[in-house]
């Protein structure tokens, strides 16, 4: 908790504050009650209960594991990779195949003086899955002096660096992005945290207008998205914060003349962390934050220096204009080519979903073509009221006629995970469940 005095918030709940003192006694508390185990599985959806548990794993000097779900598939790949893993919870109607330990719900008594601990700077702190919306996720290991650094690099470029500013999150503290931008922020920036994770428009916007400002609401562009179309005049914010897939540019200046605010766009992976960010309604630039650069090694985008551990190879095709600008042009494993002519999966969903009418949708290129066919895109979309003749007429005016989706598979709504995401898993058992197969 950098600079915290006791008395000051560092959570926000229904509107009343949680002093630093409560949350230091919070963790204590909980500290002594975990068993003798090296990794936690953090469970808890409540934002500061999250945060006490992370807390009292650091003072235990064990290792949060932080996966791309709670699916009892995920959990028995947690159980395999830590056979010592146990589920920290706040929710008693959770199922997770985990022993499990309640996080205390009432306050836990003050202690006489307040004394934040200091963590050594090569601490294990977390273990954080990829999303595996590229492929099966794969564990990446974080240490405190590194996350530290990474978030207070971020905090400079947000323009918060000692703003005491209450962050409202709609991502879940369990993803990498939500990790750094709603929890570490808020305890590395002196402000607070808001423990509630609004899903619906006007739950939203309730929560964000009874934070104190500055305030900042760090989200996804999917629910940024349903957040306009539902509400026209939100409540006024002081910054706003946006990652987990590509945002358009309409979009963005939208939500900075709704909201009254700054967009900043953050990129990052897992492996690095946030590395880089842009003023998407102004600017299609993105630069890296202290000390990153990035280059071209073959064919591949690499990033290295700054709180980037060691050179990583990274999964999207960059255009380096300098060692610390780039344009982004999509991911690696999104790049189609058709019949001769390439695009990315991003640019199809982004045209799809420009589409008045459309609430949701994604492209699905099958992973093998059969013997001596043709592999064909796939279109999962989300438009109540509108036909596939008229969406494929839509789309023929905004995409060549090669990336044309066949089939177009209308649904209710597409399998997001909570950060806004949809894992390359998820969109297979879509396809394997409407029997679609490469065309021949």
């Given at each position: 908790?950098?600079?915290?005095?006791?008395?000051?918030?560092?959570?926000?709940?229904?509107?009343?504050?949680?002093?630093?003192?409560?949350?230091?006694?919070?963790?204590?508390?909980?500290?002594?009650?975990?068993?003798?185990?090296?990794?936690?599985?953090?469970?808890?959806?409540?934002?500061?209960?999250?945060?006490?548990?992370?807390?009292?794993?650091?003072?235990?000097?064990?290792?949060?594991?932080?996966?791309?779900?709670?699916?009892?598939?995920?959990?028995?790949?947690?159980?395999?990779?830590?056979?010592?893993?146990?589920?920290?919870?706040?929710?008693?109607?959770?199922?997770?195949?985990?022993?499990?330990?309640?996080?205390?719900?009432?306050?836990?008594?003050?202690?006489?003086?307040?004394?934040?601990?200091?963590?050594?700077?090569?601490?294990?702190?977390?273990?954080?899955?990829?999303?595996?919306?590229?492929?099966?996720?794969?564990?990446?290991?974080?240490?405190?002096?590194?996350?530290?650094?990474?978030?207070?690099?971020?905090?400079?470029?947000?323009?918060?660096?000692?703003?005491?500013?209450?962050?409202?999150?709609?991502?879940?503290?369990?993803?990498?992005?939500?990790?750094?931008?709603?929890?570490?922020?808020?305890?590395?920036?002196?402000?607070?945290?808001?423990?509630?994770?609004p899903f619906f428009a006007d739950d939203v916007c309730a929560a964000l207008e009874r934070l104190p400002r500055p305030r900042v609401l760090v989200t996804a562009p999917f629910h940024l998205r349903a957040l306009l179309e539902d509400t026209p005049r939100p409540p006024a914010a002081d910054l706003l914060l946006c990652a987990t897939a590509p945002l358009d540019a309409e979009l963005a200046a939208l939500a900075e003349a709704r909201f009254g605010a700054a967009l900043l766009e953050i990129y990052g992976c897992t492996e690095t962390g946030q590395m880089a960010t842009r003023r998407t309604a102004r600017e299609p630039e993105w630069r890296t934050l202290p000390g990153i650069r990035v280059e071209l090694r073959g064919a591949s985008a690499w990033a290295s220096g700054g709180h980037v551990e060691q050179p990583t190879a990274l999964g999207d095709v960059l255009e380096p204009l300098a060692p610390d600008r780039f344009l982004l042009r999509g991911r690696v494993s999104d790049m189609v080519n058709i019949a001769g002519k390439r695009s990315s999966l991003a640019h199809l969903d982004a045209q799809l979903r420009s589409i008045d009418g459309v609430a949701d949708g994604a492209f699905y290129m099958p992973e093998e073509a059969a013997a001596g066919g043709v592999t064909r895109l796939a279109a999962f979309v989300v438009a109540p009221g509108l036909t596939r003749a008229t969406l494929l007429a839509e789309l023929r005016q905004r995409i060549d006629a090669a990336f044309l989706p066949r089939p177009l598979v209308l649904l209710e709504r597409l399998p997001r995970a909570t950060s806004g995401k949809l894992p390359r898993a998820a969109l297979r058992e879509l396809a394997r469940a409407h029997g679609l197969r490469s065309a021949s």
């Open positions: 908790m950098a600079g915290a005095a006791p008395a000051a918030p560092v959570a926000w709940r229904d509107g009343r504050p949680i002093a630093a003192a409560q949350y230091l006694a919070d963790a204590t508390r909980l500290a002594a009650l975990l068993p003798a185990r090296g990794h936690v599985l953090n469970a808890c959806a409540d934002r500061y209960r999250f945060a006490v548990g992370l807390a009292a794993a650091l003072l235990r000097g064990q290792v949060t594991l932080l996966p791309p779900d709670q699916t009892p598939q995920t959990v028995r790949r947690l159980r395999e990779f830590a056979a010592d893993a146990y589920v920290l919870a706040d929710d008693a109607g959770a199922a997770i195949d985990l022993p499990r330990l309640e996080v205390p719900a009432d306050a836990a008594p003050l202690p006489p003086a307040f004394d934040v601990p200091a963590l050594p700077h090569a601490q294990l702190c977390a273990i954080v899955f990829t999303s595996g919306s590229t492929g099966a996720p794969v564990p990446n290991r974080k240490h405190w002096g590194t996350l530290v650094r990474n978030v207070r690099g971020a905090l400079e470029r947000w323009g918060l660096a000692g703003a005491r500013a209450a962050i409202l999150g709609t991502v879940p503290p369990q993803h990498m992005y939500g990790f750094e931008s709603t929890v570490l922020a808020a305890l590395q920036g002196g402000g607070a945290l808001c423990a509630e994770r």
